[in-house]
């Protein structure tokens, strides 16, 4: 469950926000959401008997998907100023399926404890990564770190996250489970280690793990960390072995079945159709 439902009082202020969001429900033409049919077809044929709804995803730039709209290749939005070429030129560099690429979005934030677990079993695993640290989190890093693992790894304050996922470099995407992010790997066919924090990340977690079969969940342990042999044991499931082809396999399912959605006739390409109909004056 959403961890404002699954823990009772935490992030009071989001919760208000999130009901308040579908109070006028009722009133809406139709809902439009960021997803596909097969991807979650129970959930929205449960949902559609609720209100109007029209899955219109992956909303990604279409180079990565139907390829249909000219130069359409970014978002055309980030909230930080970034470089891509560090990035994407240390990528081509690696071998097929060897780097890890770590990313926990805009606002997740970890205290110095978590941060050296997730260092350690990093280098514990011994595989290539890129890992995405704001500047607000690097003096988080156990010291010289960057120095002990810079045969192996790359810390970036920010990265094009569709280009690198894209990399045919990348092996696995550990992230926080956001909804974006999850979409966004399922579209490139990359399995995942996830590792949620809050709001509708656990509920994510689920489905990456338990429903989609792409990724494993990190998992807490009694002091509310995911230690670092978690952390290793989690990217060596998804990066090696019969487990890590499994949900390889399972990712470029999604992935096709992401491509057919949006491609002309594909269930999110009618819904768009639909609903532009409908309004034509």
Known sequence: MPAFIAFEGTYPAYFQLVLRQFLNIDKADYVLVNTFYKLEAEALDAMSKVCPLFTIGPTVPSVYLD?????????????????????????????????????????????????????????????????????????????????????????????PQMKVLANEAIGCFFSHAGWNSSIEALSMGVPMVVMPQWTDQTTNAKLVQDVWKVGKRAKVDENGLVGREEVE???????????????KDNAIKWMNLAKEAVCENGTSDKCIDEFLSRWKV
């Open 67 to 159: 390829n249909r709209v000219a130069n359409d290749e970014e978002y055309g939005l980030d909230l930080f100023e970034l470089d891509p070429s560090m990035s994407i030129k240390w990528l081509h560099s690696k071998p097929k399926g060897s780097v890890v690429f770590i990313a926990f979005g805009s606002m997740v934030t970890f205290d110095e404890k978590q941060m050296e677990e997730l260092a350690m079993g990093l280098k514990q695993s011994n595989f290539y990564f890129l890992w995405v640290v704001r500047a607000c989190e690097e003096a988080k890093l156990p010291r010289n770190f960057v120095q002990e693992t810079r045969e192996k790894g790359l810390l970036v304050r920010w990265s």
């Open 233 to 247: 044991g989690c990217v060596r499931q998804v990066m090696e072995g019969e487990s890590g082809k499994e949900m």
